[in-house]
């Protein structure tokens, strides 16, 4: 198995662990944070969307800061998941496309980010830990809000034992 399949199957594992989170919360859970502060989910979607979308279009040829690209307002999107899945979906489509026409050799040229040249594979590890770390914050967002209504992706945790 190649390494960009092993990345491609660790950016597929955290879109799942998303897309579950976010199957499970309400319309208005979607655009509220449960302690008050913070990002709500639909924030951190409309994000995660906007740097996939700048960063793997054109990864190879082009800066991964495309110019069209408005990081400020992605923190500040309230919208419904009606407004913001579908560019949640283009983006994972965009992701798919683009690491299933790389291979292993690709991971060693250099690309351009934020006009600096980088290794082609630095950039990817660094966009997936990028994923990675709002991913959780999306579940932990979902599972905050739904509280023992949370339904896990894997095994439920078990209970812990009872003393005597």
Do not use: C
Not at 79 to 87: D, F, G, H, N
């Amino acid at each position: 198995m190649s390494i960009v399949s092993l990345i491609l199957q660790d950016f597929e594992r955290q879109f799942a662990a998303i897309d579950h989170a976010v199957a499970q919360v309400s319309e208005g859970q979607f655009t509220s944070v449960p302690a008050g502060e913070g990002n709500p989910i639909t924030s951190l979607v409309a994000h995660l969307s906007g740097a996939l979308l700048s960063r793997v279009d054109g990864f190879l040829v082009l800066d991964q800061e495309k110019p069209w690209r408005d990081r400020h307002s992605e923190f500040h999107a309230l919208a419904p998941k009606s407004a913001i899945l579908p560019r949640w979906e283009e983006a994972k489509t965009l992701v798919h496309r683009e690491l299933s026409a790389f291979t292993d050799a690709d991971l060693g040229k250099q690309v351009l980010f934020r006009g600096q040249k980088l290794p082609a594979g630095d950039t990817l590890l660094r966009l997936l830990t990028h994923v990675a770390y709002h991913a959780g914050q999306v579940v932990l967002l979902a599972r905050l809000h739904l509280g023992p209504a949370w339904k896990p992706a894997t095994a439920p945790t078990p209970a812990p034992a009872t003393s005597r």
